[in-house]
Every structure is written in C-alpha cells, then in structure tokens.
C-alpha cells in the first residue's frame, strides 16, 4: 500500500514528489508519458516568472512570488542551469502607458521589485528594441531556466529519496474502497490512502473519477521559434509585449542554452494538438518584430507547440475533492506555472496534506543530485583528467552542441532513464543545434538499443508508436564493420 | 601545445585534395583533423555511382573516390587524426580540438577550413503540421540505409529534387520501399538531369513541380502530408492540394555551409553563406583558406577536389611567403547571378582565373558577361542557365591584365 499516489509526472507532480521524498511516506508517481516532464512542462517560455502580472490576491500571484525566490537553491540542489537575466515588458504606444503603470501597481502589491524605465534607459539596457518603444517595466527577479533537466533531475532527486516512479503508466480509474483509494492503471492497480491529482490538461478527466466537477480545463496552444546561437549579445533579458486577457502575449528571450525562443500564441485547441500553423506563426512574428528590431528569423532551427492547461475558474485550482478530503486536485497549473511550482508543492503539503496525514522527516533526506558533467564548461585540465577515467568523454555525439558520448551515457546511468532520442535531447542536447540531429540521430539510436539491449527496431524519437526503424537493409547481414 | 605549419580541417573531398597539393607544393608539417573514424568525409555514405567522370573520367562510388585520394594522402605519409573534433577555434590560429589521448591545443601558422555543409532540416524551412516520427533529411535517411543498414522508412514522399533525394528515392526503393511522389517547390526540377532519369523516371516516380508540403500530420509516426500546389510567388493555390498517406518525409531541400566554427574569427561570409574568399580560397582573415562545401555547395564532388588543390595551393604559397598582394578587386554577382566565387581577386600573377557561380531563375538564350569595371573581359553564349547547375567560366589574363576594382559577373538575354 502506498501513502500517496502522485498521478502526473510534470513540474507540479514532481515537485511534490521531491518534497515529499523528505518524510517517511511510500510515494509512488504514475506517469503516462515514457518521460518526465514530457508534455506542459516540456514545451513552454522556460522563464521563471517574477510575479509582477498575476492579480493581487490570487493564488497565482501569492505562489508565483513565493516559488520564485525558491530557485536559486533548487537549481545549486538539482544542478540546474537558471539565471536571473531580469525581463523588461515593452509598451510600444503613449496611449498604453497607463496599463504599463497599472502592472507596476500590481507589482507593488504583489511584492515583486519593478522599475519603470524610459525609452533612453532602455535603449542602454537593450540597443534592439523597437524604435516604437515608450515606455517599460523591469522586473530584475525574473529569469530563464531550462526546463526539462528541471524535471528530470527533480525526479531523480525524489527517487533517490525513495520515491518510486512509474513511467508508461496510465490511469484508467480511481474509487474509494472504505479508507483508500484504488487506483487502477492499464498496468496493475494500487491501494492509497491520498490522491494527488497533478494530471496536467487531464486533471478533469482524474478529478472526475472520484465526483461531479465544476471546473474545466481549456487547452491552449502556444507556438514558438527556436532560433540558433547566432550572436549571444543580440538580446540580455525577457522581453514581453504588454500582457492581455489572453496571457502574457508573445516574449522574446535567451535561453540558458544560448538559443533564443519567440512566442507563444494562445489558441483554443484539442488536447493533443500540436501541430504548428503558418498563419499563427507569421502573427507571432509580427508581434515579435513590433518589439525587437532585426530579429533573424532565418536562424530558425525548429519551431513547436505547447498547451496549456487553462482552467475555467481563472485561478489555480489547488484543493481537495468536494467530496472526499484525501483526494487532492492540483488543476489548471497555466502560466505561471512553472515558477509556481515549489510553492505550489508547499501549499500542498503545509495545507493540505499535513492536516491530514502525519508527516515525519526522514534522517538521510539528501537534497542535492548527484553532479553532472556538463564537459564544455570545465577546464582543459579537468576535461583531460576525466578523459583519462573514462574514454567516452573524448567521443563527441553530436557536432552541433558538442556533446560527448560520456555525457549520454551518464543520464543513461541515472533514476529517471531516457528511454528515446528526444528523452537524450532533452537531457544532454545532442540534437538541439542548428542540423537538428541529422548528422547524430542515428548515433544515439544505436547507443539506446546498445544500451537497453533491443533492437534498434523498438528505439523511439518520442512517443509510444514514434519508431524508426522498420527493418534492417537487405544486406545488412554482409555488412563487416 | 603542438605547432603545425598547416592543419586542415576536415578529411573530406575539399580536406584530402588540399593536403595533398599543399605536400606536392613542399609544404611537409600538415595535420589533418577528422571528427569521423575514416577519412573521406560524407562520400562514405554516398555508395552510389557517378563520381569522378571529371577527374579521373570514370564513374566511381564514393567510397570508391575517396579510396584514390585517401591512399595518395597515406603514400605520402601526411599525418591525420581520425575520430577528433574541433572544439573551438580561436584568433591567432589556436585549434582546441579532442580525440582518444584528451583535449589539445594546436597552434597553425595557417588554416585550410573544409568542413562542408549540412543539411537544411524541417525546423530551417518551417515545416508546419505536427512533430512526428519519420521526418528525416535525406542525407540523415541515407546514413541509416547506408552505414547502419537499418531501413527507416516503407511508404514515402520526398520533399525537393535536389541530388540527395532523387538518390535516396532510388535507394530507397531498391530497399523495397515504396516512393509516392517527389514534391518540388520551384516550376523546374533542381537534380541534375541525369539524376532524374536514373531516380526516377527509370522507378516511375512521379515529380509533382510547384508543389511543397503544406501540412504534416500523425501524432507518434508521419501518417500523412497534405501538399499543396503553389503559384509564381510560392503562396498556395486554394484546393490544389494533394493527400499522401506515407510514413515517411524526406527532405532534400538544401545544403548549407558549416561555418559556425569560424565564428570567432571574424570572417567575412558571402551570399552563399560560406567565406568570402580570394582567388586562391584565402578568407579576409590573412593564412585562414576553405575549400568544398563550407565555401559553396558544389554539384560535383570532382569540383570540390579541384577546390581543394587549389586552396592546397595557396596555403603553400601563403606558407613559404611568395603570396604578393597587388591588385584590389572585389568580385560582384550582378542581376540574376545568386553568388559568385571568389569574391576578391588580389595577386596578378595568377594568370588563370576560375569564377564559379550560380543563377537564382533558370534562364535561356542569354550571354554571360564579366566585366572589370566597364570593360568586358569575358563573353560566353549559353542556350540555358539553371540554379542546380553552377557554371564555371575561365579567363586568362596574360594579354590583358586586370584593373583594381570591381570585376562583375551579368547574365544577359539575347533578343
């Protein structure tokens, strides 16, 4: 029997799973996806929101603040590349200047350190702006972070905690059995005595398990650019656009990888759309060149959508079931969600669980992962003296990014395994430069049927059913090398 | 830190001929730098026939060229390093580079860059619909067919006629599996001709011109590509579209310099998107040469190697301090010229003068005409002109040396 069971294995579930990986409790994590982090958390902005836009008042705002003044530790614990580059929302017209001194009003009232700034000062802080430019809102707390090693690494760090993981699982039923909940999977089913349900856009479906509902999620797509490495002085901070009833409206920003990123859009769309429109993507355009000046679209290396999980009630909705205290919702994680998501772990456990289950800490909670080796950050001295252990690290996987093959096979070796190219891409970013894994694709693929033992047949790019290979070459018996 | 006179970057086509001129030139501390495990480049991968009808007047297959120059390179015992990449490249001609026995630093006195290209992908061309499995570039498809020998593809459509993919969808379909249709952009194919004989006509694949991918759906593998039919400006005609249920999309829709090594260098780039560089393939940065695909992306391998002795060439020339200065021309790609090399011309003492280049339409009727500023020094009659097929014109310059300024390349119609 478990204590908890997280259903979710995005930002928010594993966030509760980290901190609840501190107290003697059985958690197990059921995760659909064959990846953390593999949906919401996977495709968005990637900054870390300072707090000036939510509405005073809401849980958005009152978690957005506090999770991100969590950030600096978490990112040293989880060895997680973040930065505080500040972001700057431009207003481009005189008329709009009062809704620009209105965010600086929320800002002060959700505590959040803002600066209004000239069109001068502006211009010292960032030359590309827009000529249009009036008028702008500093906020030096916001910051970019990469998001998928987020989830990874705090997944890793929740397992090696104890936390149990269990991917490729999904939850097909939860009912109440006296005391505990059953919960059913397409795998097995499982006893427990709290639910959490952190299900992303499908949190409705699970909530809906267990009562009636009357909230909705609203899927809405964003889409962006991905631009390559061209000139890492193009651009120093988060530029936003003034933020409308539809969301904080399109950004353009660095990335902790030195990429930049263009978007979102917001749409209303089926919750597994990703597909990218022309039309969506040239008015992302248009709005970005409003802001930014020479923006060099032609160094676009990808573009992608992500959806959001927006809910009906304007807020985030985290509280227990009407009817049944031990079921827990954490719904309608939007934007800003991401930054929100330590808070929102406390929240959960301070307010929601406590109350109800009695929550020890264990003595040898160890906060901190194992160290990864990022090789092109070292030294000279300090890359040849792990060439020296280990001879992988002198094998460069991809060209792009210069990521070497010791790299790979060190994610290979921890808690949460990728098990596909784009599980390796995310964690080490071979495949993210600008021959989007043309020249190292079938590299890694070999690398993940080596090191799993299968057939290179059964390798994925992504998703279940996202094979490869269907068959070996006629001749490839003949081959010798 | 070790010293080296050359270092050469990349083993390739444009790499080997470069070491190999620069030795007969009497240049003896050269050092090549491979990031595979074999020398030869991307003519590994490529194992069908067709090169070296211009040097050697035979067709070979790739590995079959690339065997000829590799075994002249051991002959003459030019030292090479295999499996070691570059990791950075910096002013003053400092080469971090890493293989087997660790990271180093390489200090040239001077530089030949033959890094060739790569391919432009689904994310350089926006490529709209969703982010399925089974959406490869052709050279990516090629390397799993023909290194790996793994077959990643049964129902397929082919985006753009260039070369790689017309040889892909023959390769393909030798493998059993079944090519529905080449889509190509532009009104006229860019393979060359006897590429669509071979590839397709001879396979009955069909080439659909004015047609480009404008939707891909399937949620985990490519199901499907919706294409459209486009119009002179490249918009989509509304309900000329074209469903083709495949699990397979390959690109074939360009090559691009690979440059970003030499970013630190402050080199120059052309509108080929690879270094501007003179006469004898130096880059404005003085002892920095290129050569191949890195320059400009050639049709033909034997031209690549042409290039490559060339820049050989120069290096030894640059290397044993003969190279003389004496002319200030800039070389200009005028009205439907899309780039030309080289871009400058510097020393009169080269007598011979190669310009290659491309046209940006196809074009027929229509003399080509070099100019140095307003005199014309060259004028050749062509039927027709196409942006597949680059052109190369010589001019010798002993009876009428050249003036400092502009060279220009026009193309004109004939009435």
Sequence with gaps: MQDIIIVGGGIIGVMIARKLSQYDLNVLLIEKENDVGNVTSMANSAIIHSGYDPIPGTLKAKLNVLGNKQFDLICKQLDVDFKRIGTITVCLDENDVFKLEALKNRASENNVEAFLLSKEELLKLEPNLSDNVVKGLFCPSGGIIDPFNLCVHCMENACENGVKLHLNEEVINISKDGELFSVVTNKDSYKCKIVINAAGYNADKIASFIEKIDFDIIPRKGEYFVLDHFDDSFLNHVIFTLPTNKGKGVLISKTTSNNYIIGPSSEICLKDDYSCDKLTLDSVKISASKMFKNIPFNQTIRTFAGIRATPSTHDFIIEPAKSDKYFINVAGIESPGLVSSPAIADYVIDNLISPILVLKKKKNYNPNVRKYVHFLKLSLDEQNELIKKDKDFSKIICNCEKVTLGEVKDVLNRYVKPQTIKAIKKRTRAGFGKCQSGFCQANVLDILANYYHVSPLEILYDKNGSNIIYSLTKNNGDKND | MINKDLVIIGGGSAGLAAAIKARQEGIKDILIIEKDGNLGGILNQCIHNGFGLEIF?????????????????????????????????????????????????????????????????????????????????????????????????????????????????????????????????????????????????????????????????????????????????????????????????????????????????????????????????????????????????????????????????????????????????????????????????????????????????????????????DKIIKKVYKLALLPSQMENIKINTTNSPLKDGMITIDIETRA
């Design chain 2, 57 to 373: 007047n035979e067709e070979l297959t790739g590995p079959e060229y690339a065997y000829r120059f590799k075994q002249i390179v051991k002959d003459k015992k030019i030292e090479y390093l295999l499996n070691t990449s570059i990791l950075s490249l910096d002013k003053g001609f400092f080469i971090k580079y890493i293989n087997e026995s660790g990271v180093s630093i390489c200090h040239a006195k001077c530089i030949i860059f033959a890094g060739g290209c790569y391919e432009k992908n689904a994310g350089a061309i926006n490529l709209m619909g969703d982010r399925p499995s089974g959406i490869f570039t052709a050279g990516c498809a090629q390397k799993y067919i023909n290194i790996k020998g793994y077959m990643p593809a049964k129902k397929v459509v082919i985006l753009g006629s260039g070369d790689i993919g017309l040889i892909t969808a023959r390769r393909m379909t030798l493998e059993g599996a079944n090519v529905l249709a080449v889509l190509e952009i532009m009104p006229y194919s860019n393979g060359l001709n006897r590429n669509i004989k071979q590839c397709l006509d001879d396979f009955n694949i069909p080439l659909y011109l004015s047609y480009t991918v404008k939707k891909v759906i399937g949620k985990s593998r490519l199901e499907k590509i919706i294409a459209g039919k486009v119009d002179e400006n490249l918009n989509f005609i509304d309900g000329e579209e074209i469903e083709f249920d495949c699990d397979t999309l390959l690109l074939s829709v360009g090559l691009v310099p690979n440059i970003s090594i030499l970013n630190n260098l402050g080199i120059e780039v052309s509108s080929a998107k690879g270094p501007k560089v003179d006469e004898i393939m130096q880059t404005n940065v003085s002892g920095l040469f290129a050569a191949g695909n890195c320059v400009h992306v050639h049709d033909l391998v034997d031209f690549v190697t042409n290039e490559g002795y060339l820049a050989g060439f120069g290096a030894a020339l640059y290397l044993k301090n003969q190279l003389k200065e004496d002319l200030n021309i800039d070389v200009v790609a005028r009205n439907n010229v899309s780039y030309v090399v080289p871009n400058k011309i510097k020393y009169s003492s080269n007598k011979e003068l190669e310009f290659k280049f491309r046209v940006k339409k196809p074009c027929k009727n229509v003399d080509i005409i070099i100019k140095n500023n």
